[in-house]
């Protein structure tokens, strides 16, 4: 498994990523109709994927990671070197999304993503990753638990105020 940055190119993002991504997105039509993050979670865009990218990559420290595997894009994530409020004291950085071609769940893709993110954050020197997982996200939660992360907070998401548990991993 390898990670590879999304860098946009003149200022626009890789059209053939774009579809690949699209199509990833695409297979997670259960966590979109939990998240509500696409009008329509049964018909996601190229145009709506590269919006939302667009405005991840927006925000300071916010980087978008490609995981393939045997050349296959088989997930995403989506990291913060550190959280987006400075008021916030918040020392750790984020995983912002991870996201697993649901054709692919079950095949510890997810697991091998979530530890390559740590160790990249181990390796710069920090002591703890935070996330935060929608609250009516069962599968999200239990994936997240077996990771070894463990809940510091309830509290609602800063973009539409969705009720999120906040977790953290000691690295």
Same mark, same amino acid.
């Given at each position: 498994m390898i990670l590879q940055p999304l860098v946009p190119v003149d200022g626009a993002l890789p059209g053939p990523a774009l579809t690949e991504i699209a199509a990833l997105y695409a297979t997670n039509r259960a966590f979109f109709e939990l998240s509500g993050d696409f009008p329509d979670p049964a018909r996601i865009t190229v145009e709506q994927v590269a919006t939302a990218l667009a405005d991840e990559l927006a925000v300071d420290s916010a980087?978008?990671? *490609? !995981? $393939?595997s045997a050349g296959r894009l088989v997930g995403l994530a989506v990291t913060l070197a550190h959280?987006?409020?400075? !008021?916030?004291? +918040?020392?750790?950085?984020?995983?912002? #999304?991870?996201?697993? +071609?649901?054709?692919a769940h079950r095949e510890g893709h997810g697991r091998t993503v979530a530890g390559l993110?740590?160790? &990249? @954050?181990?390796?710069?020197?920090?002591?703890?990753? &935070?996330?935060?997982? #929608?609250?009516?996200?069962? !599968?999200? *939660?239990? @994936?997240?638990?077996?990771?070894?992360?463990?809940?510091? $907070?309830?509290?609602?998401?800063r973009d539409r105020? $969705?009720?999120? $548990?906040?977790?953290r991993k000691e690295l």
């Amino acid at each position: 498994m390898i990670l590879q940055p999304l860098v946009p190119v003149d200022g626009a993002l890789p059209g053939p990523a774009l579809t690949e991504i699209a199509a990833l997105y695409a297979t997670n039509r259960a966590f979109f109709e939990l998240s509500g993050d696409f009008p329509d979670p049964a018909r996601i865009t190229v145009e709506q994927v590269a919006t939302a990218l667009a405005d991840e990559l927006a925000v300071d420290s916010a980087e978008v990671l *490609l !995981a $393939r595997s045997a050349g296959r894009l088989v997930g995403l994530a989506v990291t913060l070197a550190h959280h987006p409020d400075p !008021a916030s004291g +918040d020392p750790d950085p984020w995983i912002g #999304l991870l996201l697993i +071609d649901s054709t692919a769940h079950r095949e510890g893709h997810g697991r091998t993503v979530a530890g390559l993110i740590e160790d &990249r @954050f181990r390796t710069a020197g920090r002591a703890g990753v &935070r996330l935060a997982v #929608l609250e009516d996200n069962a !599968a999200g *939660l239990a @994936f997240w638990q077996a990771q070894g992360y463990t809940l510091l $907070r309830r509290a609602k998401d800063r973009d539409r105020g $969705r009720p999120v $548990r906040v977790m953290r991993k000691e690295l």
